[in-house]
């Protein structure tokens, strides 16, 4: 799993025969007539291992589903080298982003009339957000959300008993969040909160969510297609406060060195961490020295969170679009139910499949992370990670300009307002 692009050998199925093949390809048919659907993942050995052991239980006479291995750490370049060939799988792994930009250049198969209707498999049989944002502006679909990135707080149930402070809980503020980032720094943390999504390249849209949950106006008004970006006098609140817990030490500035914030978690280091749900899964695995928790984010009157769920796409020039989208519709509403239960990464946006997600966490004794999960896909308030635009790289050559000086207070909090304007220049000339 994900959160952007940001998760075996051969099986003899009754379908037919499934294998991994070290290149790429579109499907076509074989000599004895089936039809190949090659399908290519970012996932991990171990969860491609269950992806296969899943797929072998695909059942159609005439098609065989090929699975292209792909290292997880290189998949970007991966996908950028066989779309530029022209040789991009029948299905693969991706982002909310390269979906939106890929449906926007023709590259991808349109399935909105495969979903439309009130079938077991159409757009009312996934998480309605999800969705939402995966349909262009014209009501496209290059591909279908499978799996949805939550957000939340990580913490240290014995740091925060130490400090004597109440551990996160659903509706905690951006103040308590602040203060006890603070008690646990003077209580020894080095930072008493890391929060990667405040201070890098994204943060703009996490610090929306403290305007949005005020009332404010969110940073930008679409991720996919923004009129515009917005500063008001709440947004700039709530960056001010983050300036002062990075000032005072209390929370982590920006360059902060993320690549073994997990392990530094589970190691007691590092006492509160903003970060997704996908750490659940590897924390089953690795079994944390601390006890632990998860925590909706902080809201400051209504709850306000991210949204960002990952898919799969389909390129353009699929050979058989019938037999790879019956394919597609099993990764997505039976896959997940045979691989979530031992590898709990993410909850499905198909909601038929969302239940074999909890069910294990509920196993695992995971209990603030399937409510917190529950409690973000209620949230009324979203905001997405990031634009999904074609202009998206600029836009955030512009934030790197600005941002980081801000929270380091190496530049005034007016330059939020430079900084907008200069984004809604961009925006202007590229529409």
């Excluded at 000599?31 to 695909?58: H, Y």
């Excluded at 050979?319 to 997940?336: E, G, Q, R």
Aim: contains cysteine; proline residues 5%.
């Amino acid at each position: 799993m994900k959160r952007t692009l940001h998760a075996a050998g051969a099986l003899l199925a009754a379908g037919g025969l499934l294998a991994t093949s070290a290149c790429g390809g579109s499907s076509g048919q074989e000599s004895g007539g089936k039809t190949t659907v090659t399908v290519m993942t970012w996932e991990s050995n171990a969860t491609n291992k269950l992806i296969d052991q899943a797929l072998a239980g695909f059942q159609d006479p005439g098609i065989t589903v090929k699975r292209i291995d792909t290292p997880n750490g290189n998949y970007s370049d991966k996908l950028s080298a066989l779309t530029q060939a022209k040789k991009l799988p029948d299905l693969f792994w991706c982002g909310n982003d390269t979906e939106q930009q890929y449906t926007g250049q023709g590259l991808l198969t349109d399935w909105s009339s495969k979903l439309s209707g009130s079938g077991d498999f159409s757009t009312g049989s996934f998480d309605s957000t999800a969705m939402k944002n995966w349909k262009t502006a014209d009501g496209r679909i290059g591909g279908v959300p499978s799996l949805m990135n939550t957000y939340g707080i990580w913490y240290d149930i014995d740091a925060f008993k130490a400090a004597g402070i109440q551990v996160p809980a659903a509706g905690w503020s951006w103040d308590q969040m602040y203060e006890a980032a603070a008690k646990l720094h003077e209580k020894g943390a080095k930072y008493g909160l890391v929060a990667d999504a405040m201070t890098a390249l994204d943060a703009p849209f996490s610090l929306s969510l403290y305007s949005q949950s005020a009332g404010g106006a969110p940073f930008t008004d679409d991720v996919h297609h923004p009129t515009k970006v917005t500063v008001d006098a709440t947004y700039t609140e709530g960056v001010s406060k983050l300036v002062a817990g990075i000032k005072s030490g209390a929370v982590a500035p920006p360059g902060y060195d993320i690549s073994n914030q997990q392990s530094l978690f589970s190691a007691g280091e590092i006492p509160m961490l903003w970060s997704g749900q996908w750490l659940a899964a590897g924390f089953l695995t690795d079994k944390p020295k601390i006890k632990y928790g998860f925590a909706p984010l902080p809201r400051v009157d209504k709850p306000a969170t991210l949204y960002d769920a990952v898919g799969i796409c389909t390129p353009s020039y699929t050979k058989n679009a019938d037999a790879t989208f019956k394919v597609l519709k099993y990764l997505d509403s039976t896959v997940w139910t045979k691989v979530l239960p031992d590898s709990p990464v993410a909850v499905p946006a198909y909601t038929g499949a969302q239940d074999s997600y909890f069910n294990a966490l509920d196993k695992a004794g995971q209990t603030t992370v399937a409510s917190t999960v529950k409690t973000d896909l209620k949230a009324s308030s979203t905001t997405g990670v990031r634009f999904t635009t074609q202009w998206a790289s600029q836009a955030s050559d512009l934030v790197t300009a600005y941002w980081p000086d801000i929270l380091q207070g190496k530049k005034p909090l007016s330059d939020l307002q430079t900084m907008a304007d200069k984004i809604n220049e961009l925006i202007k000339s590229s529409s």
